[in-house]
């Protein structure tokens, strides 16, 4: 079973609306992270966010936050006012067992964003 | 701007040759991981590095695939021979883990002819 699904391969949003690109994940761990990486077309990854399995609130970093649903194991990144520069691929990853040694993160296979004007 | 620097950017090879690529994490970071990424695949973790310690190498084909960390600021990740079924994006990664987030260099787009 894969540990990171995420169900949309392509996504086509009009400029300055939200967008919600989906994730679920499996574990049966207790302590665990979740992370969303933004992908642009030049190839690196950048962090956009991360929430814990014992953070009670949603997390937030200026237009993305993360709704986080544990009893559903959905960690949806939220992009609000989308922008031309939104179009990239976007992967959500975790992070098992944190803090007792295991440190890498699984990803998933990615949502390709395209923002139209 | 700290940032993790890979070298090189793009390498092609001939398969069987040995390739080498370099990673320097941001000073400071203890744990440094290297992934790679196609598209059949998708992004996979290679191995870690925890204060410069090997802490898991499952990911990796033993047989040609090694990586070190010779010292704080500087891990690498050895192909011999290399195959072009090992054509991919290399990336590493440094962070200080457990609780947070891992900063990605901008990859080594290998290609084995």
């Known amino acids: 079973a894969q540990k990171i699904t995420q169900t949309q391969p392509g996504m086509f949003v009009q400029e300055k609306e939200a967008v919600t690109l989906d994730c679920t994940y499996d574990?049966?761990?207790?302590?665990?992270?979740l992370f969303w990486y933004k992908q642009p077309s030049s190839g690196e990854m950048i962090f956009l966010i991360y929430?814990?399995?014992?953070?009670?609130q949603n997390a937030t970093e200026g237009r993305y936050s993360l709704n986080f649903q544990k009893a559903r194991k959905s960690a949806n990144l939220v992009i609000s006012a989308s922008q031309l520069g939104d179009s990239a691929m976007y992967f959500c990853?975790?992070?098992?067992?944190?803090?007792?040694?295991?440190?890498?993160?699984?990803f998933g296979k990615g949502t390709h964003l395209i923002i139209q004007p | 701007d700290a940032r993790v620097t890979q070298t090189p950017r793009d390498k092609v090879t001939e398969m069987g040759q040995e390739v080498t690529m370099r990673c320097q994490p941001i000073?400071?970071?203890?744990?440094v991981f290297w992934y790679r990424q196609t598209m059949m695949q998708g992004l996979e973790l290679l191995a870690y590095f925890r204060n410069r310690a090997p802490l898991d190498d499952s990911g990796m084909p033993k047989d040609r695939f090694s990586a070190e960390m010779p010292d704080a600021t500087l891990a690498t990740l050895k192909i011999q021979p290399s195959e072009p079924r090992d054509s991919a994006v290399y990336f590493c990664?440094?962070?200080?883990?457990?609780?947070?987030?891992?900063?990605f260099g901008q990859g080594t787009r290998l290609t084995v002819v």
């Open positions: 990853a975790m992070r098992e067992n944190q803090g007792g040694g295991a440190d890498g993160l699984t």
């Open positions: 000073l400071g970071h203890n744990t």
């Open positions: 929430q814990g399995s014992y953070d009670e």
């Open positions: 574990t049966s761990d207790q302590s665990y992270g």
């Open positions: 990664a440094s962070g200080l883990v457990p609780n947070t987030e891992a900063f």
